[in-house]
């Protein structure tokens, strides 16, 4: 009965309820925006936050290398070999020279702790799985593609820099256009915080070029079954030429001195690397925390004015409404039903017009996202998002409901229609 009353006074005030429901849309969509930047923000870091609060280095290199000779490191087998104690070490490796059907052809090699980090959206097929190091057959994931690489296939990667010389991988996935992976070069702004490790891949932006991704884990667990020859130079001479480059993490236990870690970096890389960056990872850390959570102090004005208009707008609303409704309730009142039953029917409309509000943001968010609108901004429908504009929305119909009774509840039902004839 009350929800039926309670409709009725929403058509009475139809175009008052439909211009604070555009409103609260605005407030709504700007909420959204905002926390998705956060939320975003957020994901990547905690992808890496747990590397990069223990205790260790940062390194950013066009090509890592070795010494005077200036030896290029392959894997991060390599690199292990010169660190006393280390526990981790997060690195990509790029085959150089590698094509696929006449065309040039990005491929890098993952270690295990990078493999695990990233939680690419596939479009197609999987992610890697810890089972994946027991097949003989090199498994695979490839970027969003036009040259028709599809899960299922097993294509040849050839080395043009070796005649007749080609590595064979089984696709298991195809990942969405845009994902953010870890990538040996980084492009724009140097960083020195979490970004460094992250990028979006996009076909288009990458001139056309799909990135083949392989685990380094797969690679080493079968060189003693000489699996793999032509992307592992300890079974075969004869194969891709690769590189370490971009990202390196490498971290270290807490009992470890920062003086061990600096002979470790002089025995590792003496004069010889290519260095862009060297960071401790707690000054990484720190920095990544900042910038998280610079987006949350942009943010925390839009949110006091959206609270400012709440309280406005839900005041005045709410007086104006329940004015417009009191001789309805005063009849009501005579009927039989209390004030508080009343409040009520107040109460249920501005819950439906916000909850209203809220649906068609939701619904219009969720229809771009499915049409692809969205796949180029930060903007996506989550959890943290739904919380948020719930909080704001529970706020808006609390107080448009308490202010206005607390005027009217003292009035009587005589004087209410006495005022209205």
């Not at 890496?48 to 200036?70: R, V």
């Not at 990135?211 to 004869?238: C, H, M, T």
Request: proline share 3%; glycine share 6%.
């Amino acid at each position: 009965m009350l929800l039926r009353l309670s409709l009725r006074d929403l058509k009475r005030n139809l175009i008052l309820n439909l211009l604070i429901s555009l409103l609260l849309m605005m407030v709504f969509v700007v909420l959204i925006t905002g926390t998705s930047a956060v939320v975003m923000r957020m994901q990547q870091y905690k992808q890496i936050q747990p590397y990069l609060e223990k205790k260790g280095m940062f390194l950013q290199a066009n090509a890592l290398l070795h010494g005077e000779e200036m030896y290029l490191y392959k894997d991060s087998d390599e690199i292990k070999q010169y660190l006393s104690g280390a526990e981790n070490v997060l690195s990509v490796a790029r085959l150089l020279g590698a094509s696929y059907e006449g065309k040039d052809i990005n491929v890098w090699c993952y270690s295990d702790e990078v493999v695990h980090i990233l939680c690419p959206e596939m479009e197609k097929g999987r992610y890697f799985k810890d089972e994946d190091v027991h097949s003989n057959i090199l498994k695979a994931v490839v970027s969003y593609n036009e040259e028709g690489i599809e899960v299922g296939d097993r294509i040849q990667i050839k080395n043009d820099q070796i005649l007749g010389n080609y590595q064979e991988v089984e696709i298991i996935g195809v990942m969405k256009d845009g994902e953010d992976l870890y990538q040996p070069e980084y492009i724009g702004e140097l960083t020195q915080d979490y970004r460094q490790c992250f990028q979006p891949y996009y076909y288009k932006v990458q001139n056309d070029t799909p990135v083949i991704l392989i685990a380094e884990k797969q690679i080493l667990a079968n060189q003693g079954k000489r699996w793999f020859p032509s992307v592992n130079y300890r079974v075969s001479d004869v194969g891709f030429m690769k590189e370490i480059s971009g990202p390196i993490v490498i971290t270290y236990p807490e009992t470890v001195t920062d003086a061990q870690i600096e002979n470790d970096m002089v025995a590792m890389i003496g004069n010889g690397s290519m260095l862009m960056m060297r960071k401790s990872l707690s000054e990484v850390n720190e920095n990544s925390v900042r910038y998280v959570y610079e987006d949350i102090k942009n943010l925390m004005p839009v949110i006091i004015c959206s609270i400012l208009f709440i309280i406005i707008a839900a005041t005045s609303v709410g007086v104006v409404s329940v004015k417009k409704s009191m001789e309805h309730y005063a009849i009501y009142y005579i009927c039989g039903y209390r004030w508080k039953q009343c409040a009520r029917i107040s109460l249920i409309n501005m819950f439906c017009m916000a909850c209203g509000a809220l649906m068609i943001v939701c619904a219009a968010i969720f229809c771009m996202q499915i049409m692809g609108k969205l796949e180029n901004t930060a903007v996506f429908l989550g959890i943290p998002q739904l919380l948020v504009c719930s909080v704001v929305l529970l706020l808006f119909v609390l107080l448009a409901w308490m202010l206005p009774m607390i005027l009217v509840m003292r009035t009587s039902a005589k004087q209410v229609l006495c005022k209205n004839r």
